[in-house]
């Protein structure tokens, strides 16, 4: 038996003996009233009232701890929300990463397709390849003289 369980126990033994006190003192009375008469006398002890003031302050604080105690321990066992082990919470973290990454590889994507363009835009536009479409237009040894000047007046 802990000290709190003997506190409870004399606390409770002190209020059952007070309550039985009062008991015995409601029945006692109406023979007492009785008594009184006979005798002509008109002093009747009247029952001490009982109320909740009644209960032992010990037991009352007794019973405080008790139960300040199991909220403490309901407190301690119930879950605490942890982000690491939450449905949710994990399924909109892969939610975000997933978005991210669609984002970053769209952006990875359209960059090296500028850079290709870019270089593509370089490569047919260098000098040589000016040089060849300009040499297309220009007259060759073999064309014909008369040609070569009713192109030339024409533009
Ligand atoms: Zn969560």
Redo the contacts with the bound molecule.
């Keep these: 038996m802990t000290d709190q369980q003997v506190n409870e126990a004399a606390a409770l033994r002190a209020y059952c003996r007070k309550r039985i006190k009062h008991i015995k003192q409601r029945n006692d009375v109406p023979d007492c009233k009785i008594k009184h008469q006979e005798r002509k006398c008109t002093s009747i002890i009247p029952a001490e009232p009982i109320s909740d003031q009644s209960v032992p302050v010990r037991f009352v604080g007794t019973l405080k701890m008790k139960t300040f105690r199991e909220e403490m321990r309901k407190g301690a066992q119930q879950d605490f929300?942890?982000?690491s082990r939450?449905?949710?919470?994990?399924a909109?973290q892969a939610e975000i990463a997933m978005n991210f990454f669609i984002r970053n590889k769209c952006s990875q994507l359209q960059t090296q397709l500028l850079e290709e363009k870019i270089e593509s835009h370089l490569y047919s536009r260098d000098t040589v390849c000016l040089l060849g479409e300009l040499l297309q237009d220009m007259p060759k040894p073999s064309d014909d003289p008369c040609e070569i000047w009713r192109r030339l007046l024409k533009k």
Excluded: E, N, S, T
């Design positions: 929300h942890d982000p939450c449905k949710v919470c994990l909109k």
